[in-house]
């Protein structure tokens, strides 16, 4: 399901639902029983695997995959620019992967050129500054293990 009021320029399963007001570029791509909740938005080069929910008021750019069973809180930040500039030519992009069954907590911050491991954590708030190893629950700032 499309909701009308949403601007879904990518190839969407059937199983997939795409809220109101987000944006999809055409090149995404989205996998089967994904739920992306209202005012979302949805780069080119983005990876979205199946059984994936991210929730309202998330913006994924270019290089970021978010693998099977991910779960993404309310306007969780994601990045893809370690040093942004306006117009930089210099400007590199940074790929983050989400790996399968993460969860990241609502208004967490997730820095450029990461990975968080299987099954890991994010509590709410938190500031994801380096790799996440699997099955391992991170909170603050910067992001911990507990």
Same mark, same amino acid.
């Given at each position: 399901?499309?909701?009308?009021?949403?601007?879904?320029?990518?190839?969407?399963?059937?199983?997939?639902?795409?809220?109101?007001?987000?944006?999809?570029?055409?090149?995404?791509?989205?996998?089967?029983?994904?739920?992306?909740?209202?005012?979302?938005?949805?780069?080119?080069?983005?990876?979205?695997?199946?059984?994936?929910?991210?929730?309202?008021?998330?913006?994924?750019?270019?290089?970021?995959?978010?693998?099977?069973? +991910?779960?993404?809180?309310?306007?969780?930040?994601?990045?893809?620019?370690?040093?942004?500039?306006?117009?930089?030519?210099?400007?590199?992009?940074?790929?983050?992967?989400?790996?399968?069954?993460?969860?990241?907590?609502?208004?967490?911050?997730?820095?450029?050129?990461?990975?968080?491991?299987?099954?890991?954590?994010?509590?709410?708030?938190?500031? +994801?500054?380096?790799? +996440?190893?699997?099955?391992?629950?991170?909170?603050?700032?910067?992001?911990?293990?507990?």
């Amino acid at each position: 399901m499309i909701h009308n009021l949403s601007d879904c320029k990518a190839k969407i399963p059937e199983s997939t639902n795409i809220w109101q007001f987000c944006v999809i570029f055409p090149n995404a791509k989205i996998g089967e029983n994904c739920n992306i909740c209202a005012n979302s938005l949805v780069e080119n080069d983005v990876i979205i695997g199946n059984n994936v929910t991210i929730k309202s008021g998330v913006q994924l750019w270019d290089g970021i995959t978010l693998e099977d069973n +991910v779960f993404i809180g309310p306007n969780a930040t994601f990045t893809n620019d370690l040093y942004p500039r306006s117009k930089n030519p210099d400007w590199k992009l940074q790929r983050t992967i989400i790996k399968k069954g993460a969860s990241i907590g609502a208004n967490a911050t997730i820095l450029c050129g990461i990975t968080i491991g299987e099954n890991a954590m994010i509590g709410a708030g938190s500031v +994801v500054t380096k790799d +996440v190893p699997a099955g391992e629950t991170w909170i603050g700032n910067p992001a911990h293990k507990i």
